[in-house]
């Protein structure tokens, strides 16, 4: 019998070959066995709860800053406070009660006795002063630290940036325990929001293990007081894994662990989510376009989440530089885009549009259409708003973006319609995040950019001053220059009024000026979170406040 | 020989000096403020700015900037990524693990796909076999390399489940590496079957050859002992130029199927302008390309005695 | 290399290649030879066909196209074709059917524009190099060495940083990572021709070096440059592309194939046909150029068929 040809045998070996590399398992979807839970109880205890995330920049509390960071520290730390998902009010941490003296300028936190570490280590008010001295020391260089602006003494620790200012101190002087489970704060300046700051990951507690900020072995690895501890060091650009930390001193958790795979920062969101259609992954975000096929697929089974989060996207206008910088042309350009033909067109009515910075989910805060521009189109008041504002037929106006965030579609929908409804010329400029920021905060800067906010804590405060006040403005995050004193003052009064009702009332004020008045940032839209989840084997699935899956609660079903 | 190589390895030298300081130089004149932005879209406090500029050089002027990177470099320092605030070396040298066995991932397949198909064409001019290899190379030549990916990716990830998708965080885990690997070898496999069926082609006319046959020996062993042999060498010559290119990073490949290798890791630090990072990988894959061709270029002239080293 | 498609089809001429002028003495003759040779190769005549096809698209584009490839619809999102619109409707609402005859403009222009740079500077450099010889060709070739090692897309994307995104910076960074295959393809090929006897004949006849270089080595060294530059068309236009694709090409709104692709590529697994038909048209195009190329290649040098 002849043999066959060279060629064919060739082509036969490849075959096989290809064959053997699809049969060798990696077991990598295996990885999830299901655990047995008790039968008793109301939560099932056990199962390993697998998503993806992008590698985050620190999950060390010194610099734990977006929120897949945020994510892995606040399962792994328990500051003085907490948030409940539902009412969005401050809870109890690991401080029992707080207080303020009258003038909100002093604060004492009485901190729940005999809480631990992971490793043993007591935590105590000195626990908390630790971390917060570590993340707020000059050498430090924590892009988190100025949370803790307010405390006395912050500028001498930290320092402030300027050639001549020497951050000389070791210790934070505005921290103070004058025993072992009382923390005492005193500020800077008053503020009667400041117990909401402290949610922020760089004020929790660290043991004496974790050393000065530069402590590597810390650093990917951090020992906390959470409801999960690290079960080994942080493997970089490839995983993280959390596992229970039953010596935890509140609910503990009823997950063994939590894998959480890396993944490269390019098409995350669909990374995430074809890993959890293939079984890959527990929990995903969603890629806009696939929302709704999500809904349709995800919904039914209950494996589907929606919620509104604390954050608005907007369009950042430069108000100091023509053609923008008389508010009836800002009015002009809000009226003449129509937010919800984008929205249905572009995010399949996905969105929620904006008619205010602050977002529903401040309730006590929220005041609807405080931007009376916002709603609805009107072409013709809009013609008329620009006429009189000099925004003529043929002014160039450009519209800033930056790639590698999907905001392409969009931004073209909104080129055509202000060149459509308003006869402007729109020069779209996309661009890489960093520059898109360097563009905004030069000094010729003009027009329009695409821009969003989230709160890092549940106040209103935190979407006007840091974006609209004269205090934020370059270096700080005010980068369309706004600037009005009656909008300041009324800010600088809310936070010296302990009473809420009050509070929010000079807060509404000071919106309808800076937004219903000056129309200083365009609201676009909230920002409407959508997550899926295998809801066959996982119950208790929730986003909470930072946008982060509530994995301390998650059971199996 | 000898001096030939040491002139050419003083020239590499040059060449990465010279690719450094051109990178140096283009990356000072880029708009945009590497280390002004925190992660999440915030402006950096200025105080941290402060103590990052001293820390990363920034306040010194270019030239001594360059000598200083140039000191560490040689001592294997090579900075800290802006954005990651981690020791650059350690950062590339896992991605860097994971793309070089993408790339030998590759290059076996092309080698095998590619040679055979071109030894098939040849051998067996103007059968069907012959068409559909030229069909076939020149499809593979013109799909770009993102669409088919996704299709590869489309059919065998996620519609027959026969691969995983994506990941595999860069082992040699055959199942994860497979669809990359084909979807980067694809073109070049389709370049080397062509170069693979012209020099046999040519090698077939030639006079050794009919003479060969006259002689006696069958068809069969003069195509093997022969004319392979003697088409191999420009095939070896571009598979090796081919290397020292996937060497350098397979970006497309790479963000499909989220291969953690050093395409994506430069391009994730073009786009957060993340110096260091661009200057070791550039400078590095230059390098590696360089010192590969000339590898190349000496196996070729010791296999052929009749090319001169000018 | 990497992946794009290497702007490279055979790494030398055969070696021992008669140059065709050695036998033809009449130019028109040689010329009509390879005409005849081209037009007799079935695969090239579709080839011309194709690419033919397409540059009729580009030029005419506002007359055959249905619609106005920016006119946006934001109630007719993502439609799959339809009789309004065979090629369906783009996320932003706009027809793809003329979307994708206009963005054969970019291609063309790109494709074109980007490999003639490239063959000129490769020309000029190469000849030099292979001419000349001695340090010039150092220098030259390990320049060249230095760009080809540089990936492509990385270059073309830094180039695109600091100049902003366009279709002439598209073609700046295009044609200055590829000259250097034309250069060496050229060099190479002026060597084998240089020391051949023609030449010899020329110089001792008293030709100039000018003269010897435009009338004899040029035209003989030129022509696996002119296939390079033929299939590298295809591959310029793939590169343009990919450039869409990671988001440093043309800009987002211009009617371009790999806008569309990119864009197309979030509806992944759902909407197919709003990658696949752009897909398809940059086959077709780049099919259309190897194929002439390959037929250039065979015409010129009938050994090789």
Not at chain 1, 53 to 66: C, G, K, L, W
Not at chain 1, 216 to 236: L, Q, S
Not at chain 1, 300 to 318: A, D, E, T, W
Request: contains cysteine; charged residues 20%; hydrophobic residues 45%.
């Amino acid at each position: 019998m002849r043999r066959p040809p060279r060629s064919v045998r060739l082509a036969a070996t490849v075959a096989v070959l290809a064959t053997l590399f699809a049969a060798c398992s990696s077991g990598g979807n295996d990885k999830a066995k299901d655990q047995q839970g008790s039968t008793t109880g109301a939560a099932k205890q056990g199962g390993v709860f697998r998503l993806g995330i992008v590698e985050p920049t620190a999950i060390d509390p010194y610099n734990s800053q977006e929120s897949e960071g945020i994510l892995v520290t606040k399962e792994l730390f328990t500051g003085l406070v907490q948030i409940d998902n539902a009412t969005a009010q401050i809870k109890p941490g690991v401080a029992d009660k707080w207080s303020h003296n009258n003038d909100c300028t002093e604060w004492t936190f009485n901190l729940h006795p005999g809480t631990t570490f992971s490793n043993g280590e007591p935590v105590d008010a000195n626990a908390f002063i630790r971390g917060m001295t570590r993340a707020a020391k000059q050498s430090a260089a924590s892009d988190v630290a100025y949370h803790m602006a307010g405390i006395a003494g912050y500028n001498d620790i930290h320092g402030t940036g300027d050639a001549n200012s020497k951050a000389t101190a070791t210790t934070f002087s505005g921290l103070s325990a004058p025993d072992a489970n009382t923390l005492q704060v005193k500020l800077s300046a008053a503020d009667c929001e400041f117990d909401k700051k402290t949610l922020q990951p760089v004020m929790s507690p660290v043991p004496a293990s974790a050393g000065e900020a530069s402590n590597k072995a810390f650093n990917d690895m951090p020992i906390g007081n959470g409801p999960f501890k690290m079960k080994e060091p942080w493997h970089h650009d490839q995983s993280i894994t959390l596992v229970r930390n039953d010596s935890y001193f509140g609910d503990k958790a009823h997950l063994d662990e939590v894998d959480l795979t890396i993944q490269p920062s390019q098409d995350a969101l669909e990374a995430e989510y074809k890993g959890l259609q293939s079984g890959q992954y527990d929990y995903a975000r969603i890629p806009p376009a696939l929302i709704p096929q999500a809904k349709t697929v995800y919904e039914p089974k209950g494996g589907f989440v929606h919620k509104l989060s604390y954050g608005i996207n907007y369009l950042l206008v430069n108000v100091v530089n023509p053609p923008l910088n008389k508010a009836d042309a800002r009015k002009a350009i809000s009226l003449a885009i129509d937010r919800q033909a984008i929205i249905d067109g572009v995010f399949s009515g996905l969105q929620t549009k904006a008619t205010s910075i602050i977002p529903p989910p401040l309730k006590d805060f929220y005041t609807a259409n405080v931007c009376d521009t916002c709603d609805k189109p009107d072409v013709t008041k809009a013609k008329q708003l620009a006429a009189g504002a000099g925004l003529t037929p043929g002014t160039k106006v450009s519209l800033a973006f930056n790639t590698g965030g999907g905001h392409e579609a969009w931004v073209q929908a909104v080129q055509q319609q202000l060149e459509k409804n308003l006869g402007l010329k729109v020069d779209l400029q996309p661009s890489p995040f960093a520059e898109l920021l360097t563009k905004e905060k030069a000094n010729n800067a003009s027009g329009l950019f695409r821009a969003a906010w989230s709160a890092d804590y549940p106040s209103a405060e935190n979407f006007l001053f840091p974006l609209l006040s004269q205090k934020s403005l370059p270096p700080g995050d005010n980068r369309g220059r706004y600037v009005n004193k009656q909008f300041d003052d009324l800010l600088a009064q809310a936070r010296t009024t302990a009473d809420e009702s009050q509070r929010a009332s000079l807060i509404k004020q000071a919106e309808k000026i800076a937004i219903g008045d000056d129309m200083a940032l365009i609201p676009m839209w909230y920002r409407d979170q959508y997550r899926a989840f295998d809801s066959a084997k996982w119950t208790g699935v929730d986003i909470d406040f930072f946008e982060n899956p509530t994995l301390a609660s998650i059971s199996l079903k | 020989m000898g001096r030939y190589v040491v002139r050419r390895l003083l020239q590499m030298v040059l060449v990465l000096f010279g690719a450094s300081i051109i990178l140096f130089v283009s990356l000072f004149v880029l708009p945009g403020d590497p280390i002004g932005t925190a992660a999440g879209e915030r402006s950096r406090d200025p105080a941290v700015r402060a103590v990052l500029e001293k820390r990363y050089d920034l306040d010194k002027p270019l030239p001594v900037q360059y000598l200083h990177y140039v000191g560490r470099v040689v001592r294997g320092d090579f900075g800290e990524s802006y954005r990651l605030r981690r020791p650059v070396s350690a950062y590339l040298r896992t991605r860097f693990g994971a793309t070089a066995r993408l790339a030998l991932g590759a290059i076996v397949l092309e080698i095998l796909i590619g040679m055979t198909a071109g030894v098939v064409a040849a051998v067996l001019r103007y059968s069907f076999w012959d068409v559909l290899v030229t069909l076939t190379t020149t499809l593979a030549i013109g799909v770009p390399t993102y669409v088919g990916g996704s299709i590869l990716q489309g059919i065998f990830a996620q519609k027959f489940h026969i691969f995983p998708r994506q990941g595999g965080s860069g082992s040699w885990n055959l199942r994860y590496l497979f669809l990359p690997a084909l979807t980067l070898a694809s073109v070049d496999a389709a370049l080397v079957a062509r170069l693979m069926r012209g020099t046999m082609l040519e090698s077939l006319r030639a006079d050794y050859v009919r003479t060969a046959v006259a002689k006696g020996l069958s068809k069969r062993v003069v195509i093997l002992k022969h004319v392979m042999r003697n088409s191999v060498i420009p095939v070896i010559t571009y598979v090796g130029i081919a290397f020292g290119g996937l060497l350098g990073g397979a970006l497309i490949t790479e963000t499909i199927f989220n291969w953690p290798g050093i395409g994506l890791a430069l391009y994730t630090a073009i786009s957060t302008q993340d110096n260091p990072v661009i200057i070791a990988v550039v400078t590095y894959g230059v390098g590696a390309f360089v010192i590969v061709n000339l590898i190349v270029d000496l196996t070729y002239a010791y296999l052929d005695p009749r090319i001169r080293l000018e | 290399m990497t992946d794009t498609p290497p702007l490279i089809d055979e790494a030398a001429p055969p070696k021992d290649a008669v140059p065709a002028a050695a036998f033809g003495i009449r130019g028109q003759t040689q010329f009509g030879d390879i005409r005849r040779r081209f037009f007799r190769n079935k695969l090239a005549v579709i080839g011309l066909t194709m690419v033919g096809l397409v540059f009729l698209l580009a030029v005419f584009a506002p007359l055959v196209a249905p619609d106005d490839p920016q006119a946006q619809n934001l109630s007719l999102t993502a439609r799959p074709p339809s009789a309004a619109h065979w090629f369906g409707t783009d996320e932003l609402g706009r027809d793809q059917l003329s979307r994708v005859i206009y963005g054969s403009r970019i291609a063309i222009v790109v494709g074109l524009a980007s490999i003639v740079l490239a063959l000129v500077l490769g020309v000029i450099l190469g000849s030099i190099a292979g001419y000349r010889g001695g340090k010039a060709d150092s220098v030259i070739m390990r320049t060249a060495d230095a760009f080809f090692a540089f990936p492509l897309l990385i270059g073309a994307i830094l180039i695109i940083l600091v100049t902003g995104r366009g279709v002439v910076p598209v073609i700046l960074s295009i044609g200055i990572f590829t000259w250097a295959v034309p250069a060496r393809l050229l060099r190479s090929s002026i060597l084998s021709v240089r020391e051949a006897e023609y030449v010899e004949a020329a110089r001792s006849l008293g030709a100039s070096k000018w003269r010897i270089v435009t009338r004899h080595v040029l035209p003989n060294s030129l022509a696996p440059v002119l296939v390079y530059g033929m299939v590298s068309v295809g591959t310029a236009i793939v590169a343009e592309t990919a450039l869409s694709f990671l988001g440093v090409g043309v800009k987002p709104n211009v009617a371009d194939w790999g806008n569309m692709i990119s864009a197309g590529r979030a509806f992944f697994g759902f909407k197919d046909y709003l990658w696949e038909i752009p897909s398809l048209a940059v086959v077709f195009t780049v099919l259309g150029f190897v194929f002439v190329g390959d037929g250039l290649r065979d015409a010129l040098d009938p050994r090789l068929r």
